[in-house]
């Protein structure tokens, strides 16, 4: 049976949507994925690798899950082939043991082509993991650097729900349940000090400086908020609340331009009344940071996951749906910046159907020839009723 968390999770996203036409752009999808024993329910954004292949993980299939019919999670591989197609890979199946289960974020790679990412569930006491997967020769061997609620009264956090970032040092950062962390390689182990006592709703983004910026919430303020991380120098780090949000749900990994602004989404949820939005945060005078709607979607329109923008300034995300009509099962989008007005005009670039994609809740990255990639976590071709896709749009 899948595990109550992350069902919890998927429903809460699946608001509906209304519906808008589609531009004529170019969706190719690279891989169906067919359940137990390969990948099901992609729910996370990707990676490249040096070479031009994909990897990202699944919060179900696998062949390693007693525990789980659906299986318990995979990291997987999607390679070009000769033909112009992609070949897929799964280079490891979780256990929902020690090793963890249920990677519901991205993995990352370090300069020597190792992959880091954290599991949900599992690990040794059950509440999620850090992992590292190392290639040896064509195989991969995973390591758990860390399992979660090893302190007493769980102070070190569960359920680790953010993709990772590492440092120039090696250092990972993550969000999970109850706060931020830092995990610093140390004699061949790894060492976890909580940074900031901030449950995460999403990832992280690090700027040139090294300071950490992020959504979650605190009890504090008693709203969820934006927040940023300064190293003070001493190996510690100085939290600033950048905005309270008293109205809409945050979602995602903020994306960052290069004068320091911040963007990211709102939702809202159980309302077909209050539209989804994506949003600026700009630091003005005297540090204050202030909050500016960039695009209002229509009523009953909510876009869960991060934006990511190119270098004209334009903002591209995902919407997802339920798919009843007149309702699309999602949408990919571009923003497109009105030159000198400070506004933005919508243009979808796609609205998914059943067979290429249902729910396109992982985020967005960019090849670099402009195409954008991403994974849907329902629908194609794959399986019984479609077990997700991974997908390239052609802006």
Not at 91 to 104: E, K, Q
Not at 126 to 153: A, D, H, I, R
Request: hydrophobic fraction near 35%.
């Amino acid at each position: 049976m899948k595990h109550s968390h992350f069902v919890c999770l998927f429903l809460c996203l699946a608001i509906t949507l209304a519906g808008r036409s589609a531009q004529a752009q170019t969706l190719a999808v690279l891989y169906n994925f067919m359940g137990v024993p390969d990948g099901d329910n992609p729910d996370a954004s990707l990676v490249f690798d040096n070479a031009g292949n994909l990897y990202g993980t699944t919060a179900y299939g696998g062949n390693a899950c007693p525990s789980d019919p659906n299986g318990c999670g995979t990291v997987f591989k999607l390679s070009p082939n000769a033909s112009g197609g992609w070949d897929e890979t799964v280079i490891y199946s979780f256990s929902a043991g020690a090793d963890g289960g249920y990677p519901l974020a991205n993995v990352i790679f370090d300069g020597m082509g190792n992959l880091y990412g954290t599991a949900d569930n599992g690990g040794a006491n059950g509440y999620g993991v850090v992992f590292e997967l190392s290639p040896v020769g064509s195989n991969w061997t995973e390591k758990v650097l860390y399992s979660f609620c090893s302190q007493p009264n769980c102070a070190d956090g569960v359920y680790p729900i953010s993709g990772l970032l590492m440092d120039s040092a090696g250092n990972l950062y993550g969000a999970n349940e109850a706060n931020v962390f830092e995990l610093s390689p140390s004699g061949g182990s790894w060492t976890e000090q909580v940074i900031y006592n901030a449950a995460g709703w999403g990832g992280l983004a690090m700027d040139a400086s090294g300071n950490i910026f992020g959504l979650g919430y605190s009890a504090a303020v008693d709203h969820p908020i934006a927040f940023e991380l300064s190293p003070d120098g001493k190996g510690g780090w100085n939290p600033t609340v950048l905005y309270a949000f008293t109205t809409g749900q945050p979602w995602g990994t903020p994306a960052l331009d290069k004068a320091g602004n911040f963007y990211g989404t709102t939702d809202a949820p159980n309302s077909h009344n209050n539209p989804g939005t994506v949003y600026k945060l700009s630091r003005g005078k005297e540090g204050k940071w202030t909050k500016k709607i960039l695009h209002s979607f229509k009523s009953g329109d909510f876009t869960p996951w991060g934006v990511v923008l190119d270098a004209a300034g334009n903002i591209y995300g995902t919407t997802s749906g339920y798919g009843r009509a007149p309702f699309p099962f999602g949408t990919v989008y571009e923003l497109v910046a009105e030159p000198g007005t400070g506004t933005y005009e919508e243009k979808n670039l796609w609205v998914f159907n059943e067979t290429d994609g249902e729910f396109p809740v992982g985020g967005l990255i960019w090849d670099n020839a402009g195409n954008l990639y991403g994974t849907t976590s329902r629908g194609g071709t794959g399986g019984e009723y479609g077990n997700g896709v991974v997908f390239e749009v052609t802006p």
